[in-house]
């Protein structure tokens, strides 16, 4: 079985503060995606990596990064956090079909 | 990414009674994939319809994309309380990338 997993199930930080969101995957999968979830707007892409040191801009970029140094590591990145950016985040591998992680809830305070 | 229209965002079922949710998009597509979120969990893979006019079922969720392939469904017989949770569906952009519905969200009154 795929497992992808996620550094925190919960995480609470303050407005400003830099977050790390770590996400592992065990299928040696090139593709491997972030997204966040919020009521009524489905999942929205954040940002993809299609092989390690290689990352594409999704949806939704603005105030996040990312870093592949690895092939099973995808690790998202807030800078500067704001309540705007309070939600879930799921991290997702696969070629095809997308296996996803248990999911973050961040709360930005 | 690419839009897809998911309706209903809401379905309140009755246990034991059908009901169907619908996924279109503007363009024609490749292929079109389902999945479905537990409340608390995260989005599981479901199936994927390639064909103009598939029909694929498993166990009470029949799915179907349509024949131009621009729409898709997914209609459950005999709903469940195992039935609850959020069903999206998701269609290619770019290479790997999906664009998700924003999701049916059905509950069942027992």
């Known amino acids: 079985d795929v497992k992808v997993t996620q550094s925190s199930r919960y995480l609470v930080k303050r407005t400003g503060e830099k977050v790390f969101l770590e996400c592992v995957q065990d299928?040696?999968?090139?593709?491997m995606f972030w997204y966040r979830q919020d009521p009524g707007l489905g999942l929205r892409l954040i940002y993809f990596?299609?092989?390690?040191?290689?990352?594409e801009k999704g949806d939704i970029p603005e105030g996040y990064s990312v870093s592949r140094e690895k092939k099973e590591r995808f690790s998202l990145i807030l800078e500067s956090a704001s309540t705007n950016q309070t939600s879930m985040y799921l991290c997702?591998?696969?070629?095809?079909?997308?296996?996803f992680g248990p999911g973050t809830r961040l709360t930005v305070t | 990414g690419q839009q897809v229209m998911q309706i209903p965002q809401y379905q309140h079922v009755q246990e034991g009674e059908d009901f169907t949710t619908y996924c279109n998009s503007s363009?024609?597509?490749?292929?079109i994939q389902w999945y479905k979120q537990r409340p608390g969990g995260h989005p599981v893979f479901l199936i994927q319809?390639?064909?103009?006019?598939e029909v694929k079922k498993q166990k009470r969720l029949t799915f179907q994309f349509g024949e131009a392939k621009k729409n898709s469904s997914l209609h459950i017989t005999a709903t469940q309380t195992t039935d609850v949770g959020t069903y999206f569906c998701?269609?290619?952009?770019?290479?790997?990338?999906?664009?998700f519905g924003a999701g049916t969200t059905v509950t069942v009154r027992a």
């Open positions: 363009t024609t597509l490749s292929n």
């Open positions: 299928m040696d999968h090139e593709n």
């Open positions: 319809l390639v064909k103009s006019g």
């Open positions: 997702a591998s696969g070629s095809h079909e997308q296996y």
């Open positions: 990596s299609y092989d390690v040191k290689m990352k």
């Open positions: 998701a269609v290619p952009f770019g290479d790997y990338k999906l664009s």
